[in-house]
């Protein structure tokens, strides 16, 4: 089965704080991707990741950045964390091509409060 | 760019009932792909099923059947004789057909309670 996993269920940080959050997957997959979730708003695309070192900007971007050194971790970093970052973050991660059938695998989702 | 609407927040039926989310939505593609994925109480998200724009054929997994009508834009998820364990929040999204590497666009989902 596929794993993927956030190192962090829930977390509490401060205004200003530099906040890493942490996914990792164990299925060698290319695509990684990172989702914030909120009530009424579905899921919307924050950055995501086609290889190592390669990154895109996806719909909300901004006070957000990532970082691919290697090919099963993905993290998303707020430099200054603000209390309207408090979310649910969804990781996901895919392998390419019609053979995937493009389906995503999810983590457990890390809910950070900013205070 | 593409939306996905789900006009359904909350669903409720009782147990072994037949219940349906719906879901629109708009695009210029002519080929891409549309999923729905479910999301348990404190649990991961789960792909539920998918359908490729370009079969006519509805995707059937076991309970779980789409009503895709791809001129009217439209995506519905049946779900027969429901159980407890469907008790979840349903999203639906789409995805465009390139490679295999492109985004996911998702509705703003449909909690769904299974009555006892």
């Known amino acids: 089965d596929v794993k993927v996993t956030q190192s962090s269920r829930y977390l509490v940080k401060r205004t200003g704080e530099k906040v890493f959050l942490e996914c990792v997957q164990d299925?060698?997959?290319?695509?990684m991707f990172w989702y914030r979730q909120d009530p009424g708003l579905g899921l919307r695309l924050i950055y995501f990741s086609y290889d190592v070192k390669m990154k895109e900007k996806g719909d909300i971007p901004e006070g957000y950045s990532v970082s691919r050194e290697k090919k099963e971790r993905f993290s998303l970093i707020l430099e200054s964390a603000s209390t309207n970052q408090t979310s649910m973050y969804l990781c996901?991660?895919?392998?390419?091509?019609?053979?995937?059938?493009?389906?995503?695998?999810f983590g457990a989702g890390t809910r950070l409060s900013v205070l | 760019a593409q939306t996905v609407t789900q006009s359904q927040p909350e669903m409720s039926v009782q147990e072994a009932e037949t219940v349906t989310l719906s879901c629109t939505y708009d695009?210029?593609?002519?080929?891409?792909?549309l999923f729905w994925y479910k999301q348990p109480p404190s649990r991961q998200m789960i792909l539920v099923i998918r359908?490729?724009?370009?079969?006519?054929q509805n995707a059937t997994e076991n309970r779980f059947s789409v009503n895709f009508q791809k001129a009217a834009k439209s995506f519905s998820l049946k779900i027969s004789d429901s159980q407890l364990g469907d008790t979840a929040m349903y999203f639906c999204?789409?995805?465009?057909?390139?490679?295999?590497?492109?985004?996911?666009?998702f509705g703003t989902g449909t909690r769904l309670t299974i009555i006892p």
């Open positions: 695009t210029s593609e002519s080929n891409y792909y």
């Open positions: 996901a991660s895919s392998p390419p091509g019609q053979l995937a059938k493009n389906i995503q695998y």
């Open positions: 299925m060698d997959h290319e695509n």
């Open positions: 359908q490729e724009a370009y079969k006519q």
């Open positions: 999204a789409f995805m465009k057909h390139r490679g295999g590497n492109e985004k996911l666009t």
